[in-house]
Each structure stands twice: as structure tokens, then as C-alpha cells.
């Protein structure tokens, strides 16, 4: 499995950036569809989370900010950024999880890079 992650940029604060990440290869059944960030110096955080049955969940300093979307025929999953911060600059990795029962497996992204200037 290929995760091709892309969108990233410089941006000023208050911005937006829309964040893709198309996976393919042997898929099987693509279940939980993520973003995650990791800043320098930290450790690397859930951003959005997404389900196969549209279930989303986000982080409490992204929420109302971020939006997490996902085609399923295109096996691509989005991050819609508004209202960036510069506390918002990391690179941004997707990562996805498939099912070939019973077996899950997790696939990570190579990463975007994301900086946010005040």
C-alpha cells in the first residue's frame, strides 16, 4: 500500500490549506482514514480521524477549524485547514487502516509539510 500525501505549504496566519492524501495498492477494505502532526520537538498527535461509516473525530485545538473528508472511490482522504495558527505549523502525515479480516494493518504517509507564519 501507497499513501501519497500532498497540500502542504507556507501560508500566513489565518489562512487556509486543503491537505490530500490518496492511497493505492492492495487496499483490501480501507477502514479508519487519518491525519496526525508532529511539530519539531513533539510528539506526533491525532489531528481528524474518520471511519468507514463516517464517524469523525477531531482534536479540541482543531475543532471548528479542521475538516476531515474522505472519497471512498477514490481511496483519498482530505483535511480542510481554515483559520490557520501558527501553532498549526508540523508536517502532517495520513494514515490508514485496512481490513482483510481478520488481519487490520496501519499504513502511514510520507508526510507534508505545513508552516504557518504570523
Known amino acids: 500500500v501507497q499513501l501519497q500525501a500532498s497540500g502542504g505549504g507556507l501560508v500566513q496566519a ?4 486543503r491537505l490530500s492524501c ?17 511539530a519539531p520537538g513533539k510528539r506526533r498527535e491525532l489531528v481528524a ?8 473525530n477531531y482534536a479540541d485545538s482543531v475543532k ?16 480542510q485547514m481554515n483559520s490557520l495558527k501558527p501553532e498549526d505549523t508540523a508536517v ?15 499504513y502511514w504517509g ?3 509539510l505545513v508552516t504557518v507564519s504570523s
Open 14 to 17: 489565518g489562512g487556509s490549506l
Open 22 to 38: 490518496a492511497a493505492s495498492g492492495s487496499l483490501f477494505s480501507i477502514d479508519d482514514m487519518d491525519w496526525y502532526r508532529q
Open 49 to 56: 480521524h474518520t471511519t468507514s461509516g463516517g464517524i469523525t
Open 64 to 79: 471548528g477549524r479542521f475538516t476531515i473528508s474522505r472519497d471512498n472511490a477514490k481511496n483519498t482522504v482530505y483535511l
Open 92 to 106: 502532517y502525515y495520513c494514515y490508514v487502516v485496512t481490513t482483510d479480516k481478520p488481519v487490520r494493518r496501519g
Open 110 to 112: 510520507q508526510g507534508t
